[in-house]
């Protein structure tokens, strides 16, 4: 048997006991909300980074959807264009008129290419600084000369005096004329805009004095 102070001194030491254990729950659940604090944190930081690593591969996407012309053989030259002159027209409100040969045979890849890209700057500059009601792309197309023309009835501007505003413009008159062709702008303020891209072509559809040998394009 266990003395009167024994017994005292036992129970004294299990209330210290469970004075400890009730300490420990307590810091382990104080942990336990810490951690669950700082794991939201990280979920929230982690999502964050997912959501502007989603935005960077939309955006990326875009632009390479815009620079490749992957696009260009899946749909071919003519469907391209429709597609952009589509958007356009649906996006903006602006009336699109297109006039498109049915086929473009076996027009140089590159050329297809120049032009392809010619109408998406064309129309990206309708959408941002024409206020047009209508706008129109025309190909016209035969063994000796393919001409791009894109025009529309906005506020028009003095091609002089816009040389130095962006790129896109020198852009289309340096790949144009690094294949063999010109670009012509006609346009003046309150006239509406026609810009022009003419190659000279040799027979079905090769450029003039290249010599490159003819590529077959994707069907139309
Ligand atoms: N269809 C149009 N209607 C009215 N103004 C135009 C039209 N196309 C071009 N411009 C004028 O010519 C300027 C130069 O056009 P350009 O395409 O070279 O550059 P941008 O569109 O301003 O910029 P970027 O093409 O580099 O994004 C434009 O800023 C605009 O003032
Ligand atoms: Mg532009």
Do not use: C, W
Not at 66 to 79: A, C, D, Y
Not at 167 to 179: D, I, P, Q, V, Y
């Amino acid at each position: 048997m266990r003395s009167k102070t024994g017994a005292k001194a036992h129970s004294a030491e299990a209330g210290e006991v469970s004075d400890l254990s009730r300490q420990l729950l307590q810091a382990q659940e104080e942990e336990r909300r810490r951690i669950t604090r700082e794991l939201h944190g990280q979920k929230a930081r982690i999502q964050e980074s997912l959501a502007l690593l989603d935005r960077t591969i939309d955006g990326l996407r875009r632009t390479i959807a815009r620079l490749s012309p992957r696009v260009l053989e899946e749909l071919g030259l003519i469907t391209a264009i429709r597609k952009q002159a589509q958007l356009l027209a649906r996006h903006t409100g602006i009336h699109s008129q297109l006039e498109l040969p049915e086929d473009i045979g076996e027009l140089d890849s590159d050329v297809q290419v120049v032009v392809y890209r010619s109408v998406q700057e064309a129309l990206s500059n309708v959408a941002k600084h024409s206020h047009a009601s209508n706008f129109k792309v025309k190909l016209t197309f035969n063994s000796s000369k393919l001409a791009l023309e894109v025009e529309d009835d906005g506020i028009g501007f003095s091609p002089r005096t816009a040389q130095d505003r962006g790129f896109g413009l020198k852009g289309m008159r340096e790949r144009a004329t690094a294949l063999g062709g010109s670009m012509n702008i006609r346009s003046n303020p309150g006239k509406g805009t026609r810009v022009r891209i003419v190659f000279q072509l040799e027979d079905h559809g090769s450029r003039s004095g290249t010599g490159k040998p003819l590529r077959r394009a994707s069907a139309a």
